[in-house]
């Protein structure tokens, strides 16, 4: 089993429409949780960190944790064509020092 | 790119070679990592540094080593380069342990 498991997608959304992008871990003591879009020939850039149970929101963007079922999820609201892009769920392992990434989905938002 | 260069960004070397890779940064992080990048198996940790001289292994350590003799450097090593290595080598850095993660542009090296 994978420490951390992503649908690969493709996901296709029309433009201006909700994106939901889900992610699951298998060390029940990750502390540390963060979403990554990186676009083709590029590096990781972060869009979000979650530490607690909850929401987060930033902007058009909403990080959602639920430690209990070990799953994570990232919404996108008004989905842009600049939204699409690979997104990289990544969990920080609970000894430390490290991350956990997913294989990444693929978003692509139709206009 | 968060005060993160890589160097060389593109490589092409041969079989049994030794390629060093440099990650510099300049915002006097604490942590720094290595990752490689490859289609199906996403970033994987190859090694990361806790502190000048301080390095620990990830879960692709194999056939790589790493120095930290500054807090701005960190240099990873294939001893004798093999086709299997050939990947997008990425450069990461956070203030904490389980903080937030910035990585470097890349390097692409094609081993052949």
């Known amino acids: 089993q994978k420490e951390v498991e992503q649908n690969s997608g493709p996901l296709s959304v029309p433009e201006g429409a909700i994106a939901s992008l889900n992610c699951t871990y298998s060390d029940r003591g990750s502390q540390s949780f963060f979403w990554y879009r990186q676009y083709s020939g590029k590096s990781p850039e972060l869009i979000m960190s979650i530490y607690s149970n909850g929401d987060k929101e930033d902007g058009r963007f909403t990080a959602q944790l639920n430690k209990a079922s070990q799953y994570v999820s990232l919404l996108i609201r008004d989905s842009q064509p600049s939204d699409s892009a690979t997104y990289l769920c990544a969990v920080g392992a609970n000894t430390g020092n490290q991350f956990y990434f997913g294989t990444g989905t693929s978003l692509t938002v139709i206009p | 790119d968060a005060g993160i260069t890589q160097s060389p960004r593109h490589k092409v070397t041969e079989t049994g070679t030794p390629v060093t890779l440099r990650c510099h940064q300049t915002e006097n992080h604490r942590y720094m990592y290595w990752y490689r990048q490859d289609p199906g198996h996403g970033l994987r940790l190859i090694h990361y540094s806790y502190g000048v001289k301080d390095t620990d292994k990830g879960e692709v350590s194999d056939g790589y080593s790493v120095s930290r003799s500054k807090t701005e450097d960190f240099l990873l090593t294939l001893e004798s380069a093999t086709s299997s290595q050939t990947s997008v080598y990425f450069c990461?850095?956070?203030?904490?342990?389980?903080?937030?993660?910035?990585f470097g542009p890349g390097t692409r090296l094609t081993v052949t």
């Open positions: 990461a850095i956070s203030e904490r342990w389980d903080g937030e993660q910035y």
